[in-house]
């Protein structure tokens, strides 16, 4: 099955490859996940037919230019051949993508937490520093072959689009029910609380091919988070300010090659990312009452924030280079051998976007009110809970259930390729 950043599907719309770190993925989303392998696509130079008459010495009667025609056809047919054949995953992302994921629970969990307790803001500011940037690089490593191919445009919109449709509508529901709050509109435009990441994913994807072709594609990925982060006027429409804000850690990941996963997981980096981590935390307990949580969250310019307007590309900057050197920390503890949690890096996506039903349920039913949980044991049982919960959300009884939603297939949606259906008739 392929890899994403996220889920198995989010990552197949890159074409063979996933999340989230996690991505899937990633490579996805953004139901998704492409092969640990890499998403390379295999071609080869002519068709079978091609080869055959070169080596009797022969040449095809039909002359240069069906020659030619049968070579492009070879290549194409290749080419979908090489994606529909499943590669080996590899367990260093599945178990990054599982890890990140049972963090991104824990954060919710300890939000509520924060204002009676300086640890849970520490550990929560920690935790938003690299959680989500770590899934965001997993998606764009495992896009990087992504083109406009037809399949690989199918599946962006099976794994991508449409579960974002769903589950915005699902959520908004559900909110209208839980919070009693029946006239809550429902907004394709304005994602509601975990859907951001799969609009975010879509577009991302979408630029792919361009951010190929450029020359500096990072630094100018910065350049563009930098100055929407003094933009207020972008709005909220897609969540955009999110989109333009995390771009740099996608374009990062899909500059990024297997060789450089090595480097960070050797065992001089994870000697260094012990101090590292030490010292983060140190510095989230210091900063905790004195910095704005929302900062880590990219979703508002700066003067959206009460700051300084120039102030936007200082913390966007700064910001990014904390979270790449926490994620390289991250990266550089993942086991790379096959674990018991590893399988279930492929269903990151549905814990993702099921997770999010329960973690704001418990604020409209006030959970939270309970007095045992505003205590140490309290905190320490709810984490617990909160891993649990995720685990068992990413597990193969609940992918099969919600399969429907996160990687519908809809073949009856799409026009049918005719140089295929011309091509099996005869």
Known sequence: MPHDELSPTGAAAA?????????????????????ASGPATATVPGSATDRQFASQGVTSSAGPRSHAKSRGTGRAKTAEAADAKAKPRDAFFDNAKYLAIVLVAMGHSWEPLRDGSRTAAALYITVYAFHMPAFIIISGYFSRSFDMRKDRLQRLITGVAVPYILFEVAYTLFKRWADDDPGYPISLMDPWYLTWFLAALFIWRLTTPL???????????????????LSPDIGDDLDLQRVLQFLPFFVIGLSLRPEHFKLVRRRKARILAVPVFATALVFAYWAAPRMNAAWFYHRDAAQELAAPWWSGAVMTLAMFGCSLVLVACFFAWIPGRTMWCTSLGAGTLYGYLLHGFLAKGSRFWNWYDADWMQTPWGAVLLTLIAGTVITLLCTPPVQRIFRFAMEPKMTWAFKKDPVGMARGRN
């Open 211 to 229: 951010w190929k072709i450029v020359r500096w594609p990072v630094p100018l990925a910065l350049a563009i988070a930098a100055l929407a982060s």
């Open 15 to 35: 074409g063979g490859a996933t999340a989230t770190m996690a991505p899937a993925t990633a490579t996805a989303s953004g139901s998704a996940t492409a092969t």
